[in-house]
């Protein structure tokens, strides 16, 4: 069974702090990591895809990067308007139909 | 601006009540999902529909039907037979159905369905 674990669960930052979220996977054949970001009562805003193992992606003062377990969501000199909810989520090959698998999410929280 | 539109935002359901939520989108795209978020787990699968006039059950379609008799449209109710309906649910598009593609998915702002 396809799994996908977040950590930590919730993350409180200083502005200006950098740190990274982990979200760590059990697939039988990752065809794609995706990042969202959700805000509070909102649907998740799509980041990220990384397909394969050394690939990176970056944004603004997000980064995102993927190894054959695992993906780290990198923040660099956060703001306060960081501040949300991250989800990852992997596409599984194998017999699967590609359906999204997600984690249960990282709560962060960036203080002036 | 091309999106996904979800109503209503809030609503409300009585006991033996059947609710229909509503999902619009002017993406073009093939893919729809419905997904339902609890605090604490992950976004689960309800049903998805790659393509009009059909669609499959995910993890946790008990309670719940569909229809998609346009593209755009992909209506989700919320049957008497879902015991625990209270939940933020959430309504996505892809630009190609799941099996042939690994396009990301894009989701409208949710339905919050509580209990009276």
């Known amino acids: 069974e396809d799994q996908v674990t977040q950590s930590p669960e919730a993350l409180r930052l200083q502005e200006g702090e950098s740190s990274s979220l982990n979200c760590s996977y059990t697939?039988?054949?990752?065809?794609?990591l995706f990042w969202y970001r959700q805000d509070p009562g909102k649907g998740p805003e799509f980041l990220f895809t990384?397909?394969?193992a050394g690939e990176e992606k970056e944004k603004e003062r997000l980064k995102a990067t993927l190894t054959k377990k695992e993906s780290f969501l990198h923040i660099t000199a956060p703001k306060p308007e960081d501040s949300a909810t991250y989800l990852c989520?992997?596409?599984?090959?194998?017999?699967?139909?590609?359906?999204?698998?997600f984690g249960q999410g990282t709560i962060l929280t960036v203080h002036p | 601006d091309g999106g996904i539109t979800q109503s209503p935002k809030y609503l409300f359901r009585k006991e033996g009540q059947n609710v229909t939520l509503s999902c619009e989108q002017n993406?073009?795209?093939?893919?729809m999902y419905w997904y339902r978020q609890d605090p604490g787990q992950g976004l689960r699968l309800i049903y998805y529909?790659?393509?009009?006039?059909?669609?499959q059950k995910g993890d946790i379609a008990e309670g719940y039907s569909v229809s998609r008799e346009k593209k755009e449209s992909f209506p989700l109710t919320v049957t008497s037979a879902q015991k625990n309906p209270t939940a933020f649910y959430l309504c996505?598009?892809?630009?190609?159905?799941?099996?042939?593609?690994?396009?990301?998915?894009?989701f409208g702002d949710g339905t919050r369905l509580s209990i009276l």
């Open positions: 996505a598009s892809s630009k190609q159905g799941p099996i042939n593609s690994n396009q990301p998915q894009h």
């Open positions: 990384l397909y394969s």
């Open positions: 989520a992997v596409n599984a090959g194998g017999t699967s139909y590609g359906k999204l698998t």
């Open positions: 993406l073009n795209h093939d893919a």
């Open positions: 529909s790659q393509i009009v006039n059909d669609f």
């Open positions: 697939v039988s054949g990752l065809r794609g």
